[in-house]
Structures are given as C-alpha cells and as structure tokens.
C-alpha cells in the first residue's frame, strides 16, 4: 500500500513540474518570439555559417525555429522546452549527412555574453564534427 501512494504521489510531482515548466516557457516566449529571445546566439552562430546571411524559418508552434540559407549544406534548427535551449547542427557533404546535437539547460535568462558563449561553443564542437565526417566520407567509412 506504501509502495502505490509512493509511486502515485510521484507521479503527481512529475506531472506538475511539468505544467509548471510548461508555463515557464509560455511565459518566457508570449513577449517575444524564441528567435528573438536567443539572437545573440542566432547572430553568432548566422555569422559563422551563413556570413549572416541566413535566414530565420519560424513554425507555427512558438518553440521551434530553423535557421538556414538556400541553397546551402548546413541547416539549424532550435527548440526550447522546459528551460532549455536544443541546436541541432546539419551538415551535407557528397549527399551524406551528419547532425550534432546539444542542450543547453537552465538559460531562461541569459546575459548577452552568456548567448555568445553558447554559439561559440557549438561552433567550436562542430568544427570537429564537420572535420571528421569529412575525412570519415572521402576514406569509404
């Protein structure tokens, strides 16, 4: 008996924590759009990619954005839930395809260096993706 008001009062807690993060988020992106409230990463990272020429795909659904520029072999896309922030970096070479994925939790409320920072450390990790890919491609693996 113990055990099931254990795992239902867990339950409960999870679910409200959720709901409770989901408001968070709402309340975070209902000023502005998620684009707008990380730009200073979009700047950094449209700069590196793109020359700052690419462009910003919104979707219907507030958390979610892309950022791109046609044609191009690079395509990132951003989701924020629950606090954090998800880069997911694609890069095409010769017709194959890799990604490089990273969250960043806790950045409701960054600073703008804090935002450069993201942007240069994901830059800085695809770097290496991008190089091993490359040589993992041009040797048939």
Known sequence: MIWIILIIGIVVFIIFRYLNESDK??????????????????????????????EIINFKKKGYF????????QLLQFSYFSGCLTIVWHYKYFQKETSHKKVFCNVRNLSLFEQQRIGEEMIEEMKIVILNFQASVLNGV
């Not at 000023?31 to 700052?52: A, C, I, M, P, Q």
């Not at 892309?66 to 191009?72: E, G, Q, V």
């Open 25 to 54: 988020d709402k309340e975070d992106l209902q000023s502005k759009s998620l684009d707008e409230k990380f730009k200073h990463t979009v700047r950094v990272l449209n700069e590196y990619v793109f020359n700052g020429q690419g």
């Open 66 to 73: 892309n950022l791109y520029k046609h044609p191009s072999n």
